[in-house]
């Protein structure tokens, strides 16, 4: 069994900083991507930022220059540092990634259970 469990989310005022942790655990041999997806009320789940194991990264147009997603491949872990928050920001924040858990077998997908970020005064 792998498990994502993510931490970090609560309420900032806009302007201030967030980082949010993504820690895989269980019977893992490998991470492929990992990403940080949102959704935010009334609206469809969006990628925010993804990285690869090669350490190549992609975002979401609204958050370029604000987010940062890095990763521990050590420790199984994928982060999201949020910086300059706004309040279109506010969703429940999940965490996605692609594991093996035994050589040459296929990937699984995993999401984790959420964390909410809550931009306001």
């Known amino acids: 069994q792998v498990q994502l469990v993510e931490s970090g989310g609560g309420l900032v005022q806009p302007g201030g900083s967030l980082r949010l942790s993504c820690v895989a655990s269980?019977?893992?041999?490998?991470?492929?991507?990992m990403d940080w997806f949102r959704q935010a009320p009334g609206k469809q789940r969006e990628m925010v930022a993804s990285i690869k194991s090669d350490g190549s990264r992609r975002y979401l147009d609204s958050v370029k220059g604000r987010f940062t997603i890095s990763r521990h491949d050590t420790n199984n872990t994928v982060y999201l540092d949020m910086n300059n928050v706004e309040p279109e920001d506010t969703a429940v924040y999940y965490c996605?990634?692609?594991?093996?858990?035994?050589?040459?077998?296929?990937?699984?997908?995993?999401w984790g259970q959420g964390t909410r970020v809550t931009v306001s005064n």
């Open positions: 269980g019977s893992i041999y490998e991470t492929y991507d």
């Open positions: 996605h990634v692609e594991l093996a858990t035994m050589p040459h077998a296929l990937y699984l997908e995993v």
